[in-house]
């Protein structure tokens, strides 16, 4: 039997038994403290070697593709621990997301000297903090965003409040006879507070103020208005010829039958007076 060259075999050795080659292949020294050996316990050469490259192999493709496949398909917001995992990972993947316990809204709602700018109501302001929170919004994200907002609306509250096209639209609407603007003016300061007349000057739509208008017009060319003047009631209606006459016919009806029955004098002195009363 021709003699064997050890330093042939550098890597394993001849089983007697089944006459195969097997490899001495084992976890160094310095890793078998390591917890992930135990994954291991009990294969050594080739066993062992097949074993470490699926396991490899495994990790990249986790690596890869099983973190988002995880995201997909996980609602972190439903898991227990789903503060502590924010807390714990988004210092790591997004720095720039700090979510603070309450924003600073006051640096877009207030001025210098601390008046407001922009009438927010508080309950808006937390249905803003409940949804910014809610997407991670960092505090000056949500200044951002409160800012853009506010322009957008302010720009379109003009539109629609610009007071030369409010001035226009009166205009139009009184051209034909434009002293009962004045009238129509009166009406609305009488049966107005002086804020609700701020209020509707100031932050109503042009359309709102012009409907306001158009109701002291209808009353005016229906029933008439007379302002104050000497005795004279504010607001008292003004009627015409033909609206006298008939209430001046209405009235000799209503004495003609009062004297076709029993009645008293104090009943007929009413009728009369009421009827010379009717074209003073």
Not at 255 to 277: D, G, M, V, Y
Request: charged share 30%.
């Amino acid at each position: 039997m021709p003699e064997i060259d050890e330093q042939q075999i550098d890597a394993g050795s001849i089983d007697a038994a089944e006459g195969q080659a097997t490899s001495e292949f084992s976890i160094p020294q310095e890793y078998s403290e390591k917890g992930w050996v135990k994954f291991f316990d009990g294969k050594t050469g080739d066993d062992l070697k097949a074993e470490l490259f699926k396991s490899y192999d495994s990790q990249q493709s986790l690596i890869g593709k099983k973190v988002n496949e995880y995201l997909a398909n996980t609602d972190l917001k439903q898991l227990d621990n789903f503060e502590e995992i924010k807390k714990t990972l988004l210092p790591q993947i997004a720095p720039e997301i700090d979510v603070p316990e309450k924003y600073n809204f006051d640096s877009v709602l207030l001025d210098e000297e601390g008046n407001k700018i922009y009438p927010m109501p508080d309950e808006a302001l937390d249905e803003f903090t409940t949804l910014f929170k809610e997407e991670g919004i960092n505090d000056k994200q949500a200044q951002s965003i409160l800012k853009k907002y506010i322009e957008f609306e302010t720009e379109n509250f003009k539109k629609y409040t610009d007071a030369d096209e409010l001035e226009a639209g009166l205009k139009e609407m009184f051209k034909s006879n434009p002293s009962q603007r004045q009238t129509c003016e009166s009406l609305i300061k009488e049966f107005l507070s002086a804020d609700d007349q701020k209020l509707i000057q100031d932050t109503m739509p042009n359309v709102v103020v012009e409907m306001f208008y158009k109701v002291s017009k209808g009353l005016v060319d229906k029933y008439g208005y007379k302002e104050t003047t000497g005795g004279q009631k504010a607001g008292s209606v003004i009627k015409t010829d033909a609206e006298k006459q008939a209430e001046y016919d209405k009235l000799y009806n209503q004495l003609i039958e009062l004297c076709n029955r029993p009645h008293t004098e104090n009943e007929k002195a009413s009728l009369l007076k009421q009827l010379q009363n009717v074209f003073n």
